[in-house]
């Protein structure tokens, strides 16, 4: 039974990932959090980012009914206007794809990117509603300033259920500091999609991995409105 | 729990498996080192599908609708403070003195004052819980995983795990009940308790993942090393890695990224304590 709890918290780490930066430094999110009133900022440290970042989509998770009800709409709405500064999809995409990377053309890039974020941002929108009076703890950062490739971990703490590791990594661009990848109970994002994506290109090629997903988000959405 | 007791079932199962036969066997199935098994393994994952589908699935979907949430979260609570005896006993395998101790007094104090485990008390009064099996013991001491394997009834294991699971059974106390209905009733309602968490992330990753076998595979085995290193291990890279990185400062529209393979450097992560 040891596939329990990391099956159970997917659901609510892949939430706080995919509705994550998203909510911050709405409007929303800060009357909600009169207690955090630090807007996260890319030129913070790695650390305080995830921390001001984490605070405010559970501020606003909880402040926003349509949001906590997986409301995809809403949902991507928030990602694509406020998630953009804090997380980097092109380079996630471009890890997940590993070798493949190399023999795209920048438009299948941009594709497999673009579809790429859609398929996780509608899988986990549903998600949300798992959120309930979670809170995230960070827990010991070890980086040296000069580091430009960093992990921070925290611990997401609830009355119900058993803490939740949720870890991120972080690379420092001219923009700041950037996720590029999650890590919930242990299981990093990209490192589970790697081969998924590989045998996609084997079988098919960089053009058959973007229809698989293309097809897959069409289907998730039309399965959501019927 | 019952490996040993129903191995006969186990066996019929197995080959209800095979004679499932519908499960799509990818042609490169077996190329992962990892999973040389794969023909096999996605054949017993199709039967679990397929299992789960038509008894366990619909027994969780009742059992939520009709349990109050308190009632559930007791069952929770006591199912994993049956476990606390085993919990102790790994720990002290890998040579965690303290947090053995630990998991005797949570198991002491949740057992008496929680109620037969029913409310975690021990947590509220700052007791951590340490969720250790004999998998990850093995895995401390430095044994591989093995090939992975997915099990009749149990799921995703490797090995490893799967020598861990029949001693587990062993460690766990409802193998020590001797009234058969008793036990057996535990085994079904903590089965249906188990798989009523899972019923939204079942969900998720089944849209989630493009081939789910494939995704509840690395998960697994990412799970269970994240677990042996308690949450902790080091970085794992691979030897594409370094050939795609290069790429990476090329790409357009990233003018800021770093030189290439300037996240090869060594994790601040520390040393595997292996």
Known sequence: ?226 | MRLLRGARGVVALVLLAFLAGCATVPPNAGQDPRDPLESFNRQVFEFNEGLDKVVLKPLAQVYGAVLPVPVQDCLSNGFSNLREPSNALNNLLQGKGSEAVSDVCRFAINTTIGLLGCFDVATRMGLEKHREDFGQTLGVWGVGNGPFLVLPLFGPSTIRDTVGIGVESVLDVNFWINNVSVRNTIFGVRTVNFRHELLKADELISEAALDKYTFIRDGYLQRRRNLVYDGNPPREREPDDEEAEPKASESPGRPGAPPAGSDVKPSTAPKPAQ
């Open chain 1, 1 to 226: 039974m040891s596939l329990q709890n990391l099956i159970q918290s997917l659901a609510l780490g892949a939430a706080l990932l995919a509705a994550g930066a998203a909510s911050a430094q709405t409007p929303a999110a800060a009357a909600a959090a009169p207690s955090s009133s630090a807007v996260p900022s890319a030129s913070a440290a790695p650390d305080a980012l995830v921390r001001d970042l984490s605070n405010e989509v559970l501020a606003t998770i909880k402040a926003d009914k349509a949001l906590a009800s997986g409301d995809v709409n809403r949902v991507q709405k928030l990602i694509d206007e406020k998630i953009l500064p804090y997380v980097d999809f092109q380079k996630m995409t471009q890890l997940a794809v590993g070798r493949g990377w190399r023999q795209a053309t920048p438009e299948q890039r941009a594709a497999l990117t673009r579809e790429f974020r859609t398929l996780l941002v509608r899988t986990y929108s549903g998600a949300l509603s798992q959120v309930t009076d979670h809170q995230v703890q960070l827990r010991p950062f070890r980086a040296q300033p000069a580091d430009t490739d960093v992990l921070v971990r925290t611990s997401v703490v609830a009355s119900r259920g058993d803490p939740i590791q949720l870890d991120y990594r972080l690379e420092k661009t001219d923009a700041g500091w950037k996720i590029y990848d999650v890590n919930i109970l242990g299981v990093w994002l990209v490192e589970n999609y790697k081969t998924q994506f590989a045998s996609q290109i084997n079988a098919g090629g960089v053009d058959g991995l973007i229809k698989t997903l293309t097809d897959r988000n069409r289907q998730l959405e039309q399965g959501k409105k019927a």
